[in-house]
């Protein structure tokens, strides 16, 4: 079945830089990737989501990429703010029904931003 | 305001005692989702259940028992059988491959404490 790898699993970064966040999926089937903030002691949130046929997309701060061939994709995040620090989890998914239809997500990475 | 709402926000039980938590969606979602957050932990999939009526076990589904006899309603059983209870529990919908538009929402979440 479809594994998908998370790095780093925590990350800190000042305020007003970069941080970017690294996934990579083990089946190359999947075409959905989408991207979940969770704040503490809330609930996951969906930020941005990519699909196979498309090898970039931007939302004010950020973005994801992917790369089909290399089966990894990345969110990025520009210019950090405070309120940006949370956890982040990025997922897979295939387009086949049952279970295979299920997202499969990564570990999570905690993302510190410091002022 | 609706989506996915789960109650209680905050459960006690004490050990060896039966615990329902609720999950009620008013977003017509086909697929429901139990998901278990340990702290500093990711996702781990409980149970899911893509039709009424009908429902599978996750990775770590021992221990719990879940109904899905109405479209709205996939409430999650944690039983005397399961060994650690205490943690976050996420109900969500939607997110399956046959929702081709709809991305997974999650609930607010239950913080369930057994002593």
């Known amino acids: 079945g479809e594994n998908v790898e998370q790095h780093p699993s925590t990350l800190s970064v000042q305020e007003g830089d970069s941080a970017v966040i690294k996934c990579t999926y083990s089946d190359s089937a999947s075409n959905y990737f989408p991207w979940y903030k969770q704040e503490l002691g809330k609930r996951p949130q969906l930020i941005i989501d990519?699909?196979?046929?498309?090898g970039e997309k931007k939302d004010q701060r950020i973005a994801v990429t992917l790369n089909k061939t290399a089966k990894h994709f990345s969110l990025h995040i520009t210019e950090t703010q405070p309120e940006d620090s949370a956890v982040y989890f990025c997922a897979a998914r295939k387009a086949y029904g049952g279970s295979q239809g299920n997202l499969i997500f990564g570990k999570g990475t905690k993302l510190s931003v410091k002022p | 305001d609706g989506g996915i709402t789960q109650s209680p926000k905050y459960l006690f039980r004490k050990e060896g005692q039966n615990v329902t938590l609720s999950c009620e969606q008013n977003l017509n979602h086909d697929a429901m989702y139990w998901y278990r957050q340990d702290p500093g932990q990711g996702l781990r999939l409980i149970y899911y259940?893509?039709?009424?009526?009908?429902?599978q076990k996750g990775d770590i589904a021992e221990g719990y028992s879940v109904s899905r006899e109405k479209k709205e309603s996939f409430p999650l059983t944690v039983t005397s059988a399961q060994k650690n209870p205490t943690a976050f529990y996420l109900c969500a919908g939607g997110g399956h491959w046959s929702s081709y538009n709809s991305p997974l929402h999650f609930g607010n979440g239950t913080r369930l404490t057994v002593t």
């Open positions: 259940s893509q039709i009424v009526n009908d429902f």
């Open positions: 990519i699909r196979s046929n498309v």
